[in-house]
């Protein structure tokens, strides 16, 4: 996640700064939250991860040729700002499905963190958590991040950053969070072509949130990530991410088909069967833009 403005409050998630006085000053700035995250116990090595100014924000690129496999980023969850998305007396009882998959942040399906009590929720929470540690200064332990963010209206500041910044944890509980320097890395989209274009995916291991090479990674190439498996007009408006040359496999076409189309008994005894239960309704149903004849077979 790169550093984008207000929508993914660094960089219109995907991408332009907000609030920053110049490209010098938000890469100072990078560095000092690096600094203080290394001294603090995590693993953001200087010459494998070089942060760059790009004509739509920042991005990470390799500074050498890294394997499949190889942790390439690692922050320690103590440095995490982390809210619970169900609180802890509910959390041993069942809970109904709700829109979150993988993560935000993940190789997991889009979920959209305000679309449920849940998540609104944890959003209030954690922009006021963060609020809290941007007041608190250099005394906080997430003060070089807050200084890397912009720094408008505060509680909108906020607001804005969780929205837009946060990834999906899990644990006993699953949770939100806020992964500092980790979010640097940029989206980038699949084509559904066989090709793996992003380079790396997040895990949670041993009390740490790491970043992982995906595949070979050659030096000098950007270190991106699937922040959610979704068609470009959920990342704009969850990211802030404007669609991007070339295309997302998980663009959608809708088709809407009527119920007159069902013209015997037989029909439309088969289509409830399926799941079309109420006729006098349209059904609607999704198909990947970016599929090609022969992928419907």
């Known amino acids: 996640m790169s550093w984008r403005p207000w929508a993914r ?19 100072r700035e990078v560095e000092d939250l690096r600094h203080q995250l290394v001294s603090q116990g995590a693993d953001l090595d200087a010459k494998t991860l070089i942060v760059e100014v790009l004509s739509h924000g920042l991005g990470v690129f390799a500074g050498r040729a890294i394997n499949k496999g190889e942790v390439v980023a690692s922050v320690p969850r103590r ?4 809210v ?7 959390s041993s009882a069942p809970q109904p499905p709700k829109p979150f998959a993988a993560a935000a942040g993940g190789n997991g399906q889009w979920y959209d963190v305000m679309g449920f009590p849940e998540g609104r929720a944890a959003v209030a929470q954690a922009a006021a958590r963060l ?3 941007y007041a608190a200064g250099s005394s906080s332990l997430l003060g070089a991040y807050c200084a890397a963010l912009p720094s408008p209206d505060l509680q909108a500041w906020a607001l804005a950053a969780v929205v837009t910044r946060n990834f999906a944890l899990k644990g006993k509980v699953s949770s939100l969070g806020l992964l500092p320097f980790i979010d640097l890395f940029n989206h980038q989209s ?3 072509r066989g090709r793996v274009p992003w380079t790396c995916y997040f895990q949670e291991r041993h009390g740490c949130v ?20 979704a068609p470009d007009a959920a990342l704009l408006v969850q990211y802030g991410i404007p669609p991007a040359p070339g295309a997302n496999f998980h663009n959608l076409a809708g088709l809407q088909v ?26 609607l149903f999704t198909i ?4 090609q004849p022969r992928n419907l077979d």
Not at 9 to 27: E, K
Not at 79 to 82: A, D, G, S
Not at 288 to 291: G, L, M, T
């Open 84 to 90: 619970p998305l169900a609180s802890p007396q509910s």
């Open 190 to 192: 699949s084509s559904g």
């Open 9 to 27: 409050a660094w960089q219109l998630r995907s991408h332009s700064f907000h609030g920053c006085s110049g490209h010098g000053r938000t890469l």
């Open 131 to 133: 609020a809290e540690e």
């Open 79 to 82: 440095l995490v700002l982390e």
């Open 258 to 283: 009527h119920s007159d189309v069902l013209e015997t008994a037989g029909q439309r005894d088969l289509a409830g069967d399926w799941g079309w239960t109420d006729l006098t309704q349209p059904l």
């Open 288 to 291: 990947p833009e970016a599929w």
């Open 210 to 229: 790491v970043m992982v090479a995906e595949r070979r990674i050659l030096e000098g190439e950007e270190l991106t990530f699937v922040y959610a498996a």
